[in-house]
């Protein structure tokens, strides 16, 4: 499956898999994400029911403390 | 011939008109006083008066904005002074009256409002309705969090501009501007947490808050009212 992560593109093994599994096979390790499929925000709680598929456009921020 | 000779630099005059308007219109070149005149329409909440919030909100009031919403439940302490725009006879204070006070020092003019609560979902939807642009500048990255989703789910449409990663010195290069979404903006460098091994000094702290005003400023001039 080859999808456009963070304006980048990224090959991952499988025809979908959720936000949360993604954010884990590309060891983010921030506490804190932001995330978006398509321009869509998607919860943290969303995340696990969040289906990811071929070409879907994925953003990842991460956010951290300071200010 | 004398007439040709009119016509002729008739002609060069009007396209040399012609050609600095439009150099005016893609570059906005502005005199202070039209960009005062603008700014001054426009109301900007500070979500957080500490370091980028502070030095933010200072920075946007030299410029001549209108309005700023100043929201902070914190008071002013002495390990504070290091980069945030207050005073030593302040410490006590509450950061968003202290803040009040400063500005009304530089500016009389400018319409201030405080609020001294700790934002949720529920008071950022109830008291950023009326706002033009949201400047976040809170220290904590949940609470960013917080803001940015509760900004994209009620108010899509409205500019928010975000601090992210700004503790340390030096590493000037690192620091960037990034828009993530359609009013979405975020300033820093994305990877320098706070902590007591880095901690967040007024040098680079000054440099992101003055990054998100001057965006702050470019989105407002592009804004009609």
Known sequence: ?67 | MYLTVFYALSFCACWRKMYFYKLNMAVRIMTETLIRNHLSHFEVAIAGCGGLGSNAAVALARSGIGKLFMVDFDRVELSNLNRQYFFYDQIGQYKAHALADNIHRIDKSIGLRTSIVKLDETSVTQLFATVDLVIEAFDQAAEKQMLLETMLVNFPEKPLIMGNGMAGFGKFELIKQQQWDKQVYICGDFTNEISEDNPPLAPRVGIVANMQANLALDLILKMRK
């Open chain 1, 1 to 67: 499956m080859q999808i456009i992560l963070n304006n980048r593109p990224a090959h991952f093994e499988g025809e979908k898999i959720t936000v949360n599994e993604l954010i884990k096979r590309k060891n983010f390790t921030f506490k804190l994400l932001v995330t978006k499929i398509n321009g869509k925000l998607v919860r943290v709680d969303e995340r696990d029911n969040a289906w990811i598929s071929e070409g879907d456009k994925v953003e990842v921020m991460h956010l951290i403390s300071g200010g």
